[in-house]
């Protein structure tokens, strides 16, 4: 049986890019050789930790939404808690019904997409150009009414924005 997981994990601030792609490979063999796949990898890069961990005061930030089963999980946190790399990892449970709106956003994201290219020819874009206009007319109800009830994902520009962390003060004696 699997279910929907997002795993964060912290990495150490001098790991360089070949070693943080050599981490992400092992995840997702891990994943996949235990029947499990990645569904998105989100990298936010170098953040200011909120306490030092490991004498470290940054940290590089991964987020990776998966769907595993539970004996996976178990040696994907296995295999993080050995890495001397990861300084801190979180593996949690989704809940279904965000996972489910998600997944009928990107379908209908990629309905769209798929019917856009498909008048090529002058003659029948007149005619599917009022059905495409009327269809993605329909589309946008849909997902603004969806949007209405739950919080939306972030687009793509508001997905990259994270706060900065809270600066420390310095008492001077």
Not at 7 to 17: A, H, K, R, S
Not at 25 to 45: D, F, K, L, S
Not at 116 to 144: D, G, H, K
């Amino acid at each position: 049986m699997t279910r929907d997981y997002e795993l964060g994990f912290i990495l150490n601030p001098e790991v360089n890019e070949e070693q943080t792609r050599t981490i992400l490979e092992r995840i997702e063999q891990i994943a996949t050789n235990h029947g499990g796949q990645i569904m998105r990898v989100n990298q936010w890069g170098r953040r200011r930790l909120a306490y030092p961990i490991k004498h470290h005061r940054d940290g590089f930030y991964v987020f990776i939404d998966m769907v595993l089963t539970p004996e996976t999980v178990k040696e994907l946190d296995r295999t993080l808690k050995v890495s001397e790399e990861v300084l801190r990892q979180l593996i949690r449970l989704r809940d279904a019904k965000t996972v489910q709106k998600e997944r009928e956003a990107r379908a209908t994201a990629a309905a769209q997409a798929a019917a856009a290219p498909e008048s090529e020819t002058p003659a029948e874009e007149s005619t599917e150009s009022t059905e495409s206009t009327e269809n993605t007319e329909e589309l946008q109800e849909v997902i603004a009414g969806e949007e209405s009830e739950a919080q939306a994902p972030l687009a793509g520009d508001e997905d990259e924005y994270v706060p900065p962390a809270i600066e420390e003060e310095t008492i001077e004696a």
